[in-house]
């Protein structure tokens, strides 16, 4: 069974920092692709970046330039470094973990899920 904890959400004025890690459990993390996704009230739920076992990485257009997805195999943890943060970034944060070692955009891909951080930025 793999288990994902995430940790670092919090509340944070426009323009600050927050770094999100995901610690796993479970399975050789090395193999397995990961991903941040975000849920926000009304929105769907939304990849905001995904990186492969082989560390490619994928951002959504909303936050390239911003947010730096990472990981380090040594500690199976995963981090999304969030910068320069808007109010619209508001949402709940889940770390995914893939299927197999390529990132994919869709949810069905990932199976399994962590609990879920939530993240708030006042303007």
């Known amino acids: 069974q793999v288990q994902l904890e995430e940790s670092g959400g919090g509340l944070v004025q426009a323009g600050g920092s927050l770094r999100l890690s995901c610690a796993a459990s479970?399975?050789?993390?090395?193999?397995?692709?990961m991903g941040w996704w975000r849920h926000a009230p009304g929105k769907e739920r939304e990849l905001v970046a995904a990186?492969?076992?082989?560390?490619?990485?994928y951002y959504a257009g909303s936050v390239k330039g911003r947010f730096t997805i990472s990981r380090d195999n040594a500690k199976n943890t995963v981090y999304l470094q969030m910068n320069s943060l808007k109010p619209e970034d508001t949402a709940v944060y889940y770390c995914?973990?893939?299927?197999?070692?390529?990132?994919?955009?869709?949810?069905?891909?990932?199976?399994?899920w962590g609990q879920g951080t939530q993240v708030t930025v006042s303007s």
């Open positions: 995914a973990a893939s299927k197999g070692p390529v990132m994919d955009t869709t949810p069905s891909r990932y199976d399994y």
């Open positions: 479970g399975r050789p993390f090395n193999r397995y692709a």
């Open positions: 990186i492969s076992s082989g560390g490619s990485t």
